[in-house]
């Protein structure tokens, strides 16, 4: 079966920058499309981000469009979200997850999870 771990996660302040990264084990084949999710308490969780390694394809939401950018590195099976001007209501889970097939904004369209790390935005 394979596993995504996700890291890099920690407290920083309001405006500061954070790398997550989504590693990839135990896949019987290279990754392609990977989700960048996250859900703060209380809240469902929100699709921020889809890239597909296939064709480079990227997708944002309108929430962290402009401040968060996905990069991958296929051969090692490492995919990144870097996050600046980071924001007290961007404090959450975050989590990355991977499906077949094409991009999707839809949480239950992914089959396989990792079990998230934690973003704290604080002063």
């Known amino acids: 079966q394979g596993k995504l771990v996700e890291s890099g996660g920690g407290l920083v302040q309001p405006g500061g920058s954070l790398r997550l990264s989504c590693s990839a084990s135990g896949f019987t084949s290279r990754l392609n499309v990977i989700g960048w999710f996250r859900q703060a308490p209380g809240k469902e969780r929100e699709a921020l981000s889809c890239?597909?390694?296939?064709?480079?394809?990227?997708y944002y939401s309108g929430s962290v469009k402009g401040r968060f950018t996905v990069s991958r590195d296929d051969t090692l099976n490492l995919v990144y979200l870097q996050m600046n001007s980071l924001k007290p209501e961007d404090t959450a889970v975050y989590y990355c997850?991977?499906?077949?097939?094409?991009?999707?904004?839809?949480?239950?369209?992914?089959?396989?999870w990792g079990s998230g790390t934690q973003v704290t935005v604080s002063s």
């Open positions: 890239s597909r390694g296939s064709d480079a394809t990227i």
């Open positions: 997850a991977t499906r077949r097939g094409m991009c999707s904004g839809s949480r239950i369209a992914y089959n396989s």
